[in-house]
């Protein structure tokens, strides 16, 4: 079966510009999550969708970042406007959604930020 | 509140020999626990998870962790290492006050000498 996809893999932009990400999990899994990962750090929970509605955006910075997914499949990260500390790598995870708590989160590749 | 730490962020050891990858957490409640692997430039992939069915987890790659709550560990083992085995490792735990969140350590970057 097909992973969980992101683009774009790589995304180098200057402060104060604006910049999205995408991320189509894996088909049929309810539960879609979006972690920041800054260099020598463990992922860290941005956003957690259940099918199109927010479960957790308590860590999202909700005046610079957004998320969404409509119709409960691809989702999009944006941040605007875009800070130095911002540079990171941003993964989406997926997960059936049936077992909960002990669910298995599978991860895309990730889109590495640099923000100059 | 559930966190995880991890001992040690960097860990050599020579090819063949038994590495292991220390972690303890905090949990007012029984724990999901998780190792993940993250190989550079990729995403991370599930090792094992511990849901309080047995107590000692095998997972893939030939990796094992044992659940002590005693302890609080849930350390990650592997009797000989591959040079392939050259990874970050994250121990995880999810969060079950905040719909099972996964809350990382710092990670553990695992070196292999020839």
């Known amino acids: 079966e097909a992973g969980v996809a992101q683009s774009p893999r790589y995304k180098i932009i200057e402060k104060r510009q604006s910049v999205a990400f995408w991320c189509n999990p894996i088909s049929g899994h309810a539960t879609l999550y979006w972690y920041q990962q800054i260099l020598g750090q463990g992922p860290k929970l941005l956003i957690q969708?259940?099918?199109?509605?927010?479960?957790?955006d308590s860590q999202l910075p909700k005046d610079r970042f957004s998320a969404e997914r409509l119709k409960g499949v691809d989702s999009t990260l944006k941040i605007q406007p875009a800070k130095l500390e911002d540079s990171a790598v941003y993964l989406c995870?997926?997960?059936?959604?049936?077992?909960?708590?002990?669910?298995?989160?599978?991860f895309g590749p990730g889109t590495r930020l640099t923000v100059l | 509140a559930q966190s995880v730490t991890q001992l040690g962020s960097h860990v050599s050891v020579s090819e063949g020999a038994l590495v292991l990858l220390r972690c303890n957490y905090s949990s007012s409640v029984p724990p999901y626990l998780f190792w993940y692997v993250q190989y550079p430039n990729q995403g991370l992939q599930l090792l094992l998870k511990?849901?309080?069915?047995?107590?000692l987890v095998k997972g893939i790659n030939g990796f094992e962790a044992e659940f002590k709550k005693s302890e609080t560990s849930f350390h990650l083992t592997k009797p000989s290492a591959h040079m392939s085995d050259a990874a970050e490792y994250f121990c995880?735990?999810?969060?079950?006050?905040?719909?099972?969140?996964?809350?990382f350590g710092q990670g553990t970057e695992l070196s292999v000498k020839p």
């Open positions: 969708f259940q099918n199109n509605g927010v479960v957790d």
């Open positions: 995870a997926s997960s059936l959604g049936i077992t909960g708590l002990a669910d298995t989160q599978y």
């Open positions: 995880a735990v999810s969060d079950q006050n905040q719909g099972g969140k996964l809350i």
């Open positions: 511990y849901t309080s069915a047995a107590t």
